[in-house]
C-alpha cells in the first residue's frame, strides 16, 4: 500500500498559478501511475490529470487540458500538479492518488491508494 501525503493548496486570484505536491512512501512508486482528483462541494469527485509509471504518458480533463501539468519525479518518490490561469471553477479539494497499474487510467476504480485532499480556492 502506497502512502501519500500531499500539500501546496491555498487561496489564489483567477489567472493566478499554484502547484500541489504529493508526496509517497513505498518502494512500487516508480511502477505505478498516478492522479490528481478534485471534489467540489455538491458535484462528484472527477480525475484532473493522471501519468503513468514512467511519466511518458499523461492524461487530462478537457476542463484543465492547457492549463494544468501533471509530472512525477520517481527518485524523490513525488507527483506534482502545476495549476496555471486558474479559474474560479477550478476551486475543490484535490487529492493524489496511486494507481493499480502502471499505465495511465480515467477510471477512479484503478486508483487504490488515496491522499487527504488539500484546499484549492480561486477567487473571482
Known amino acids: 500500500q502506497v502512502q501519500l501525503v500531499a500539500s501546496g493548496g491555498g487561496l489564489v486570484q483567477t489567472g493566478g498559478s499554484l502547484r500541489l505536491s504529493c508526496a509517497a512512501s513505498?518502494?512500487?512508486?516508480?511502477?505505478?501511475?498516478m492522479g490528481w482528483f478534485r471534489q467540489a462541494p455538491g458535484k462528484e469527485r472527477e480525475l484532473v490529470a493522471a501519468i503513468s509509471s514512467s511519466g511518458g504518458s499523461r492524461y487530462y480533463a478537457d476542463s484543465v487540458k492547457g492549463r494544468f501539468t501533471i509530472s512525477r519525479d520517481n527518485a524523490k518518490n513525488m507527483v506534482y500538479l502545476q495549476m496555471n490561469s486558474l479559474k474560479p471553477e477550478d476551486t475543490a479539494v484535490y487529492y493524489c492518488?496511486?494507481?493499480?497499474?502502471?499505465?495511465?487510467?480515467?477510471?477512479?476504480?484503478?486508483?487504490?491508494?488515496w491522499g487527504q485532499g488539500v484546499q484549492v480556492t480561486v477567487s473571482s
Open positions: 513505498g518502494r512500487t512508486f516508480s511502477s505505478i501511475a
Open positions: 492518488a496511486a494507481s493499480h497499474y502502471a499505465l495511465v487510467s480515467a477510471r477512479g476504480a484503478d486508483f487504490a491508494s
